[in-house]
T-cell receptor, first 115, second 113 residues
Framework: GAVVSQHPSWVICKSGTSVKIECRSLDFQATTMFWYRQFPKQSLMLMATSNEGSKATYEQGVEKDKFLINHASLTLSTLTVTSAHPEDSSFYIC???????????FGSGTRLTVV | GDSVTQMEGPVTLSEEAFLTINCTYTATGYPSLFWYVQYPGEGLQLLLKATKADDKGSNKGFEATYRKETTSFHLEKGSVQVSDSAVYFCALRGNTGFQKLVFGTGTRLLVSP
């Protein structure tokens, strides 16, 4: 079946630094990738939708200069949290969409802690 | 806009009990409906789905029927196991051309031996 690899699974960084999270579809090409943020005991909040080779579409209220999304190929999307602050600490999950066979496949998530 | 409403949890059951997690939705047209499961510290896994009215999705003993008349997609299982303890999310994908999923708030299920 379809597998999406998300790395790192957890990261601790200092306030003010930047962190990059990778989302890679291992055995299929994803037409679209999604980035979500999940707060403790809450649902997934869609942050942005990205298509290969084009700019990401951000949801209302999500700072695009803070959460940089790059979707350079059909198998790789990255989310960079720039100048991270403690309030950015959260669980980030990516999802890749392949419309013919697999539908939506989710990564295992990245726990970001900013200290 | 599209939205999904789930019953609040946690739902606490004993092993072999019957499970129902309610889910209702608001959407124009005929959305596709999904149930996802999330185990602690992990991403989401697709549990089942239905793409049109009266479709029944099923997997691992779980079932849900797409009810257009009541705009519902309730999740059921006849006999839960301790290993079913997780958070369950109901979601929809509208048919407006956008591919994004809209999630409910999630329902935590705790099954005790």
């Amino acid at each position: 079946g379809a597998v999406v690899s998300q790395h790192p699974s957890w990261v601790i960084c200092k306030s003010g630094t930047s962190v990059k999270i990778e989302c890679r579809s291992l055995d299929f090409q994803a037409t679209t990738m999604f980035w979500y943020r999940q707060f403790p005991k809450q649902s997934l909040m869609l942050m942005a939708t990205s298509n290969e080779g084009s700019k990401a579409t951000y949801e209302q209220g999500v700072e695009k200069d803070k959460f940089l999304i790059n979707h350079a190929s059909l198998t790789l999307s990255t989310l960079t949290v720039t100048s991270a602050h403690p309030e950015d600490s959260s669980f980030y999950i990516c999802s890749a969409l392949e419309t013919v066979h697999y539908g939506y496949t989710f990564g295992s998530g990245t726990r970001l802690t900013v200290v | 806009g599209d939205s999904v409403t789930q019953m609040e949890g946690p739902v606490t059951l004993s092993e072999e009990a019957f499970l129902t997690i309610n889910c209702t939705y608001t959407a124009t047209g005929y959305p596709s409906l999904f149930w996802y499961v999330q185990y602690p510290g992990e991403g989401l896994q697709l549990l089942l789905k239905a793409t049109k009215a009266d479709d029944k999705g099923s997997n691992k003993g779980f079932e849900a029927t797409y009810r257009k008349e009541t705009t519902s997609f309730h999740l059921e299982k006849g006999s839960v196991q301790v290993s079913d303890s997780a958070v369950y999310f109901c979601a929809l994908r509208g048919n407006t051309g956008f591919q994004k999923l809209v999630f409910g708030t999630g329902t935590r299920l705790l099954v005790s031996p």
